[in-house]
């Protein structure tokens, strides 16, 4: 297998820690794969969860999410294979299929609902939460659908990205963010094949392997259901990733860090707890959008 005739990198990140999936399950009893839970919102700043669903099991999936409220952070929902209907209180309606994205910014308060549109088959994909910046967790809510052709993505060396959010090798994602920058990347790894992603020294970033395995240079091997946590480390420039001898999928996230108070109760992040007294109250009072 060919891989990257130059290096883009001089220090790449290692792997700090690695970090099992917890299994869950949310909403309607929909079973899930927990990656990033609480304990890990301040050290992976400005990500609050990652949640991995995957199974052919209707019985799964198929009460999906009934309403539910949201307050001060961004949910992102990546799906692999089935499709998902997402209802809100602000008037937002859509629905995404195989390699489609909701991006959803809960801002003030919304109420919502996401709906398997399906009564068997496969149902696989993820939700990432974001956090928001404090100036901006009042604002008003925003909604957007990206189909799967909408998603950018590129090959080379064995290598296939979907680009969902920020940048990679000059390719511009489906969304920006300017406070947090995140990037959001979908890889699909031939055996062997090596990929580097340039990130900012100060950015907490993660991978997490659903099929195959990767490997680092300092032997660390990374196993499906699995998240790596890449160390911070003073004058790194990115990170190179390598695919065991198996096919690979994995995400790569990276963001910015807030470096603000995070105040959470359920479906409710904000700074303080009085914020959070707040929002229960204005959900409790119907004053979510």
């Known amino acids: 297998m060919s ?14 820690r690695l970090v099992a999936g917890q299994p869950t399950s949310d909403g309607a009893g929909v079973k899930l794969n927990r990656v990033l839970a609480n304990n890990l919102q301040r050290r992976l700043d400005p990500f609050l969860m990652l949640d991995h669903f995957g199974t052919d099991n209707p019985d799964d999936y198929i009460a999906g999410f009934p ?6 952070f961004e949910t992102i929902t990546y799906m692999l294979n089935g499709r998902m209907r997402h209802r809100d209180s602000a008037g937002h309606e859509g629905l995404i299929s195989d390699g489609g ?16 549109e399906q009564n068997e088959g496969r149902m696989a994909g993820f939700q990432l939460w974001l956090n928001l910046p404090a100036k901006d967790k009042m604002r008003e809510p925003w909604y957007r659908d990206i189909t799967g052709a909408e998603v950018p993505e ?45 990130l900012p020294p100060g950015f907490n970033a993660f991978v997490y392997v659903f099929e195959g395995g990767l490997k680092f240079e300092s032997g660390c091997a990374v196993q499906p259901g699995r998240m790596a946590i890449l160390a911070n480390t003073p004058g ?34 904000m700074n303080t707890e009085a914020e959070l ?5 204005d959900f409790q009072a119907g004053r979510l959008a």
């Open 101 to 116: 994205v909701q991006w959803m910014t809960a801002g003030r308060g919304v109420i919502h609902s996401e709906t398997p």
């Open 67 to 72: 309403d539910h409220p949201h307050r001060g």
């Open 277 to 281: 007294v707040q929002a229960v109250r």
């Open 3 to 16: 891989t990257v005739a130059t290096p883009l990198l001089n220090q790449p990140r290692e792997v700090e």
């Open 154 to 198: 590129f090959e080379r060396d064995g290598v296939k990205v979907r680009v969902i959010a920020g940048e990679s090798h000059g390719v511009a994602g489906a969304v920006q963010r300017e406070h947090t920058e995140p990037l959001y990347l979908d890889l699909s790894l031939a055996p062997g094949a090596r990929f580097e992603q340039p």
């Open 236 to 269: 790194s420039d990115g990170v190179r990733l390598q695919a065991g001898d198996a096919p690979t999928r994995a995400l790569l996230i990276a963001g910015r860090p807030l470096n603000e108070p995070i105040a959470q109760y359920g479906p409710f992040v």
